[in-house]
């Protein structure tokens, strides 16, 4: 299994910005792809995920309507766009692949990060 992210980005405030995750040697459309951010110093933030087979997304409301996750299963592709970016949103973005497991009532019961992108540094800076 691999995931490849696309290289460092340096925005200005009020940017967007689009990282990609690349995946391969894996069946695409089977696992879910999370998206996870560090902050300097700070610990992983999970923004949310995405299920390659439908498109189906789920978003962290913090930043829910300025994040934006998609996915190409013609090329096992990843994406995440982060629009108006803030001084705050200078992190490193991960995206890991992520086997989501429930109950019969459809009900998440755990989830399973189990392989990794490298990370892409995001700097935010005028």
């Known amino acids: 299994v691999q995931l490849v992210q696309s290289g460092a980005e340096l925005r200005n405030p009020g940017a967007s910005v689009k990282v990609s995750c690349k995946a391969s040697?894996?069946?695409?459309?089977?696992?879910?792809i999370d998206w996870v951010r560090q902050a300097p110093g700070q610990g992983l933030e999970w923004m949310g995920r995405?299920?390659?087979?439908?498109?189906?997304?789920t978003y962290d409301m913090k930043l829910h309507g300025r994040v934006t996750f998609t996915a190409d299963p013609s090329t096992n592709t990843a994406y995440v766009e982060l629009t108006n970016l803030r001084s705050d949103d200078a992190a490193v973005y991960y995206c890991?692949?992520?086997?989501?497991?429930?109950?019969?009532?459809?009900?998440?019961?755990?989830?399973?990060?189990?392989?990794w992108g490298q990370g892409t540094l995001v700097t935010v800076s005028s």
């Open positions: 040697r894996y069946a695409f459309k089977n696992y879910y």
């Open positions: 890991a692949r992520t086997v989501v497991r429930r109950r019969k009532d459809l009900v998440v019961v755990a989830t399973v990060a189990d392989y």
């Open positions: 995405i299920d390659p087979e439908d498109g189906g997304t």
